[in-house]
């Protein structure tokens, strides 16, 4: 167990902090050995690929970096495949790998960063698809009991970047694996977000397939959304608020460019990157810390040495803009580390 670690280079926004004690367990047996010996003096903090966090300078307790690799096939019929991954693999190289498999599903979530134990936790999502769609169920082990426990897709209640994990149980479980359910066969390709079809249809009939659309998502994602190894970032800042069908009318009478998205339930979510766009914050860094210029609701870190406070001031005062002018208040989407503060 290492002390005063570094985390730099464990979070992609590249915040500086450090945690008090660190571990990277290689096995659930490890981790739970660990717990066991710790829970009981020292607050246990989850910490995956980084890509969905604003650590504070310090962390105190202990921070679990979950290195557990392997890909196992559970069952496979005709038609689907069970597939559990553990919690450290990659998750763009298992979409890249399921592909490669014929397995088809995951093609809509490619190039999202960090590990497939956090995928369930914010319930991933890009262009039409959640994890919530393929997910079976997760094993994960609690962290002050240390037991372990299944979970089917149900208890992990997902919603819109939500989940039991994020909301009611936070900061409760290391998720160690989990399953998804993949087709065999050709199911038809989701294509209704944006101008994927657009994209699509430019493609040669050969390659409009799973594969095929792995690569404009990929191409569409690269375009956008900058890549952390060369610009810090922890992908959208802010959820995409959800509003009343009264305040949105109001709002498209004001603004009728405005961009928004109906919902079953009848209100209407917002494009949170417009809103953060209009408030002018788009290519905005102060300090080089703002909104990124190609995509304004991925806040983007330039500068070598930001903190959390940086982060937060930035993002406070980004909430306090779309607010005034639109009178939306703006959720942040990325998990503030440590809890409560
Ligand atoms: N827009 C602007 N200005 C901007 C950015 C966006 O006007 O600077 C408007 C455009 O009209 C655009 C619309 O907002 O068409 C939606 O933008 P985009 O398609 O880029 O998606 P998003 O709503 O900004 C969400 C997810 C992304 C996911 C994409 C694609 C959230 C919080 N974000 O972004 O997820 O990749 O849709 O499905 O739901 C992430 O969670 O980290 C993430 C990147």
Redesign the pocket.
């Known amino acids: 167990m290492a002390q005063h670690q570094d985390l730099t280079h464990f979070n992609t926004l590249r915040l500086q902090s450090r945690a008090q004690y660190f571990a990277a367990p290689d096995t659930p047996a490890e981790a739970i050995a660990l717990i066991k010996q710790y829970a009981s003096q020292m607050p246990i903090t989850v910490l995956g690929g980084g890509s969905?966090v604003v650590l504070a300078a310090e962390l105190p307790g202990l921070v679990l970096h979950p290195q557990f690799k392997g890909r196992r096939l559970l069952r496979q019929d005709d038609t689907q495949v069970e597939v559990a991954l553990a919690a450290g693999e990659v998750w763009d190289q298992v979409v890249a790998w399921s592909l490669a498999q014929g397995w088809q599903g995951l093609e809509n979530l490619s190039l999202?960063p960090g590990h497939c134990g956090a995928a369930p936790v914010?319930n991933?999502?890009?262009?039409?698809v959640e994890l919530a769609d393929v997910l079976v169920g997760l094993t994960a082990i609690n962290l002050t009991t240390a037991e372990e426990k299944q979970f089917s897709a149900a208890e992990c209640d997902f919603a819109?970047?939500d989940s039991y994990f994020k909301s009611q149980a936070p900061g409760q479980w290391l998720i160690t694996e989990i399953v998804l359910r993949l087709n065999l066969q050709h199911q038809p390709l989701k294509l209704g977000?944006?101008d994927v079809a657009e994209h699509f249809a430019q493609l040669p009939v050969g390659k409009q397939n799973a594969q095929g659309l792995r690569e404009v998502i990929c191409a569409i994602?690269s375009a956008?959304?900058p890549d952390p190894a060369n610009l810090p970032n922890?992908?959208?800042f802010?959820?995409?608020p959800v509003v009343k069908t009264s305040q949105y009318q109001a709002l498209k009478q004001q603004y009728p460019t405005l961009?928004a998205y109906t919902l079953a339930s009848g209100e209407y979510k917002l494009?949170?990157?417009?809103l953060?766009?209009q408030a002018g914050w788009?290519g905005h860094q102060p300090g080089g810390v703002g909104?990124?210029s190609?995509?304004?609701?991925?806040l983007v870190n330039h500068s070598h040495n930001a903190t959390a406070e940086q982060v937060n001031a930035v993002a406070e005062q980004v909430r306090r803009d779309v607010f005034t002018q639109f009178g939306v208040w703006l959720e942040q989407?990325p998990l503030a580390l440590p809890r409560g503060l």
């Open positions: 969905n999202i914010q991933i999502g890009a262009y039409g819109y970047r977000y944006g994602r956008k959304l922890a992908g959208s802010f959820k995409n961009v494009a949170a990157g417009w953060i766009e788009k909104m990124h190609q995509q304004a609701l991925v989407e």
